[in-house]
């Protein structure tokens, strides 16, 4: 095995030795036991198996859904909504989405996420626990105190992209206790929910 190339800048005697001792370890892949991957061809009826049909379908509908929740006018940095409510929501569901708050046992954490880490990991966690039938679920973004200008831009982004959503029905800031305004509390439909409840 050829000797590693040298990093740029000059290593310590010490981390040069260790480097040394983590390559000795290395077993490098011959070439007759590599994997390749052939493309899905088409069945004998001209389509594609089955399950490579689903999985490209699952991911032109994730990036279809993706593409669809934008930044639009997010980041004008004015106050973001406390609440949000979808027509046919009533006051009194948000009350009680609030008065539940300590309730909630479904959280997404998006500190040291990207934002388009963060607008993925909404999505997948929103459209997820709709699909498992819960109605009340938590987002933390923070509040921006490890930011550089002190400004949570995910607190603003996560509101934006929550109201392109179509789970969800609602959503309310949580009381400092349960998160505050480095928190929000999403209502969701799901098959389950009677809309009636929620008027």
Do not use: C
Not at 88 to 109: M, V, Y
């Amino acid at each position: 095995m050829s000797r590693p190339k040298a990093p740029i800048g000059a290593l310590s005697e010490t981390d040069a030795e260790l480097l040394a001792q983590a390559y000795r370890q290395v077993i490098p892949i011959k070439g007759h036991a590599r994997v390749t991957h052939e493309p899905a061809r088409p069945n004998g009826q001209g389509k594609l198996p089955e399950h490579t049909a689903r999985r490209r379908a699952n991911a032109t509908e994730g990036s279809t859904a993706q593409a669809a929740l934008s930044d639009g006018a997010a980041l004008s940095f004015e106050e973001p909504p406390e609440s949000y409510r979808a027509s046919g929501i009533s006051n009194q569901a948000l009350r009680q989405l609030k008065r539940h708050a300590a309730s909630i046992r479904e959280t997404l954490d998006l500190h040291g996420l990207t934002r388009d880490q963060a607008r993925v990991a909404i999505q997948h966690f929103v459209s997820a626990a709709a699909a498992r039938g819960i109605t009340r679920v938590r987002i933390v973004h923070g509040q921006g105190y490890g930011s550089r200008d002190g400004t949570s831009v995910l607190r603003y982004l996560a509101r934006h992209w929550l109201q392109q959503l179509p789970s969800v029905l609602a959503f309310v800031t949580p009381p400092m206790g349960d998160g505050g305004k480095g928190a929000v509390l999403v209502l969701l439909r799901t098959s389950q929910t009677s809309h009636d409840r929620l008027r």
